[in-house]
């Protein structure tokens, strides 16, 4: 699986239609609005909010077969069924809507466009906040003397309606609303739990990819409106957390030049560790009683440390799928911390991560909202970290999954790290300047540098026994 960009992203040349639901009369008004999505959205209707999932399908299927089960997809999942708006005095609303089947579109292509850029120009078109329904179906087929003949289907919608497990979630139900025999043999098992299926778990394995309506979004953000406000302490270390940072969220220390105004941004993608050096570094980890999240925050802040004179400052989203429930439902199941390492200690860094998920588990509406919402500045960084063998789908290899993200103008750095059976990789996103070029370059070199020295010593040894 690989986390890409819709400018490097591997599509293969063909035929490139997209299909959308036909949004209907109003079901239910007032839909609750989480604290992320009123930001998102809030910051107004515009290209590149998206995020989508490319894979290839594991037998042709017509477009018809495809809409079908698209709008059975929809149908699941109560978050791809609502629609943000305007109220007459500008309050932003959301609303659930009754929805059909839809109709494919054709796509007009310039001679020689890159099937990528094809793409893009649909997600950035119809994948937006307020757009009627604000997701897309894209259907590549590849040309009758194709080598490959193998359909590839990018599944996009806009953020304000799913996280990285989301897209998984939905590619998982359109997969099984394809082919609902699958539903008893090992494929779709592997699907959802990413393990062969056992003997006797057919029934077990029916129920999860019932059609049935998974559980609702909006009924998450009820349930997290109504959790206890922030208690002294928490209020106190979010006071402490924007002092150190003059009133906005962390930064890296680092040049990255003139922001006054967003600039086009950067993607560097690296592959870190392959699956041996993985499990060489998980082993270490595990000596010390740790995580990799807690050896790769380590390196981290040794870096920044050693190259700024700062310790390790970033927001850190955290997932709020908090209970068992919430793993099969598709939305933005993410809120935000901050993680604080000041030093290189693993065992250190795994106090600072238990530090950020409590700060996590607070509601951030109350916190924020009085402060006029989240003070991002320019430089702001984030850390995400995502390991793909702990999510509830796992698709198999042989679909070549590819998480894909909208290109943008940016002001700040953020970097997801992200582990898959085929080792740890990378993903940076930063300004286009030269002074960001030079010193992002620079940090990720060291970064990448340090972690590979961490397993070489061993990885040697390895080899030779």
Do not use: K
Request: aromatic letters at 4%; proline letters at 7%; a negative charge.
């Amino acid at each position: 699986m690989r986390l890409t960009n819709i400018t490097r992203v591997t599509l293969p040349a063909g035929h490139v239609r997209h299909y959308a639901v036909t949004i209907g009369d109003v079901v239910r008004e007032h839909v609750p609005i989480s604290f992320d999505q009123r930001r998102h959205v809030g910051e107004g209707d515009r290209p590149g909010s998206w995020m989508a999932l490319a894979f290839r399908l594991p037998r042709h299927v017509t477009a018809d077969q495809l809409g079908d089960a698209w709008v059975d997809v929809v149908r699941r999942h109560g978050t791809m069924r609502t629609v943000f708006s305007r109220m007459h005095n500008g309050a932003l609303q959301l609303t659930e809507h009754a929805v059909s089947a839809g109709s494919w579109h054709e796509h007009p292509r310039s001679p020689g466009q890159l099937t990528r850029d094809a793409v893009r120009e649909i997600l950035d078109a119809h994948c937006r906040p307020l757009s009627r329904p604000s997701h897309r179906l894209v259907l590549i087929d590849p040309a009758n003397d194709a080598a490959d003949s193998a359909q590839t289907v990018v599944i996009g919608s806009d953020h304000s309606h799913v996280d990285m497990w989301s897209v998984l979630l939905l590619a998982r139900d359109l997969l099984a609303a394809l082919d609902p025999s699958a539903v008893h043999d090992d494929v779709l098992m592997r699907l959802e739990t990413g393990r062969p299926a056992a003997p006797g778990t057919t029934d077990a394995t029916a129920a999860s990819t019932s059609p049935d309506e998974a559980p609702d979004f909006a009924d998450h953000t009820a349930a997290l409106a109504a959790r206890p406000a922030a208690t002294p302490e928490v209020l106190e270390r979010w006071s402490e957390i924007l002092a150190a940072g003059d009133g906005l969220l962390p930064t890296l220390a680092v040049d990255l030049g003139d922001l006054a105004h967003p600039v086009p941004e950067v993607v560097e993608v690296r592959d870190i560790l392959d699956a041996d050096r993985l499990e060489l570094l998980s082993t270490q980890a595990a000596a010390l009683g740790v995580r990799l999240l807690h050896m790769v925050l380590a390196d981290l802040a040794s870096v920044t440390l050693s190259m700024t004179g700062q310790p390790l400052r970033a927001l850190f989203p955290v997932h709020s799928r908090y209970e068992p429930r919430w793993h099969d439902a598709v939305g933005w199941f993410v809120t935000n911390s901050v993680i604080e390492c000041t030093s290189d200690d693993p065992r250190e860094c795994r106090q600072d991560v238990q530090d950020a998920l409590q700060l996590a588990a607070t509601p951030l509406a109350g916190i924020f909202d009085p402060r006029g919402g989240m003070p991002a500045g320019p430089g702001m960084f984030a850390i995400s970290w995502l390991d793909t063998r702990r999510l509830p789908v796992q698709l198999p290899a042989d679909l070549a999954t590819q998480y894909v993200s909208a290109s943008l103008r940016v002001d700040g750095v953020m970097i997801w790290f992200v582990v898959s059976p085929t080792g740890l990789h990378l993903r940076c996103r930063y300004p286009d300047t030269p002074q960001a070029r030079a010193s992002m370059r620079a940090w990720l070199e060291a970064v990448v540098h340090r972690l590979q020295e961490r397993t070489r010593h061993d990885a040697v040894e390895h080899r030779a026994s």
